[in-house]
């Protein structure tokens, strides 16, 4: 943790006030839902209320104030002088009630982006634990006739039996048309035979978060969905092979859109190829047609292109993976290959 403080240092000119409760656990490792965090030159103050005093006093390295239950509001009793706040957490309202506040944005974000071996060791467990989970969803769970409801319960089952902490989010189970909406949400569409079923999901290990996701086939099926399916996984292996440090992640994003577009699925890919994964599911960098982020070492990234065709089926294929000098470390090892299941 004193690493990363350093390192918050080396990135500010004048004290920052951290407001996001993740990058205060990232920082800290205090975990509240009413904290906040001065790093400033020469000290580290930490402040909570009464109901999180306790903890807090058992950080290392930071001085703890406790204060009223409106932090915010004892804050700007407690400090003076410039600094900057997180914009994208506090509110307007809020910033208000400090004075000389100054508004930044990412600071922190940009440190989480790039993981060390800790967070990384963290990271390989929930990707193995998913795909222990994957490995027994595809072999011993029932889809056919079941709600994809049900299959979420499974998949929360499985996660626990496996050793995750709790799921990562709530689980994609998208059947048939329903797997046609990206973010679909398992509802109580009864899975039928012969269609597309969609699963995106994660767990958490240590704070860290796995997301995943695999299409299985409930029978043989052709046309389409199993062209569609070939297409997916063609983007999804040329854009692992041209993901390395340095690589923008917008022209990571076209290596897979390409091969898309360039099929009868063309405009069929709605979002970007992949996004960030550490203590959020979703955090730096970015790979889509908008980002200016560049890939560093260390960053670890789902790579996820999909295709999905309104009303009908959609498919996608998402693996984690470590961003290093020359390529990538592929995290997730559950096959993707066409798997039927029953």
């Not at 700007?76 to 002088?81: N, R």
């Not at 998913?130 to 595809?138: A, I, K, Q, V, Y």
């Not at 299409?215 to 399916?229: D, H, I, K, M, V």
Request: charged share 25%.
């Amino acid at each position: 943790m004193n690493e990363r403080i350093a390192r918050l240092r080396e990135q500010i000119e004048q004290p920052l006030l951290v407001s996001h409760p993740t990058n205060v656990f990232y920082l800290t490792g205090f975990s509240s839902s009413n904290t906040m965090l001065l790093v400033e030159s020469g000290r580290v103050r930490l402040f909570t209320d009464f109901r999180y005093i306790d903890a807090a006093r058992a950080v290392e390295g930071v001085e703890v104030t406790e204060t009223r239950r409106d932090v915010i509001g004892h804050l700007g009793e407690l400090i003076s002088g410039p600094i900057g706040f997180e914009a994208t957490t506090l509110s307007y309202a809020q910033a208000r009630r400090l004075e000389n506040a100054v508004p930044t944005e990412g600071v922190v974000e940009r440190l989480r982006a790039v993981k060390d071996e800790t967070e990384l060791a963290s990271l390989r467990k929930a990707c193995a634990i998913t795909d222990r989970m994957f490995e027994r969803l595809s072999t011993e769970v029932p889809f056919v006739g079941r709600t994809e409801r049900d299959v979420a319960w499974d998949i929360a089952r499985l996660f626990h039996e496996e050793g995750a902490a709790v799921p990562a989010f709530e689980s994609i189970v998208g059947s048939g048309p329903t797997g046609s909406r990206p973010h679909a949400r398992a509802g109580e569409r009864m899975i039928g035979a012969g269609e597309l079923v969609v699963i995106d999901t994660g767990c958490v290990v240590d704070g860290y978060t796995s997301d995943c996701t695999r299409s299985f086939a409930t029978g043989s099926l052709n046309g389409q969905a199993r062209e569609a399916y070939g297409v997916v996984l063609a983007a999804q292996e040329a854009a692992l092979a041209a993901i390395r440090a340095g690589v923008p992640g917008i022209e990571a994003d076209a290596v897979a859109r390409r091969i898309v577009d360039e099929s009868e699925f063309a405009g069929a890919m709605g979002h970007g190829l992949g996004h960030g994964l550490g203590l959020d599911v979703h955090e730096l960098p970015r790979m889509s047609t908008e980002t200016t982020d560049v890939l560093e070492p260390g960053n670890v990234v789902t790579v996820e292109p999909g295709i999905y065709v309104s009303g009908q089926f959609g498919v996608r294929i998402e693996n984690d993976v470590v961003v290093t000098a020359d390529g990538i470390e592929d995290l997730t090892g559950f096959r993707k290959d066409w798997v039927e299941v029953g």
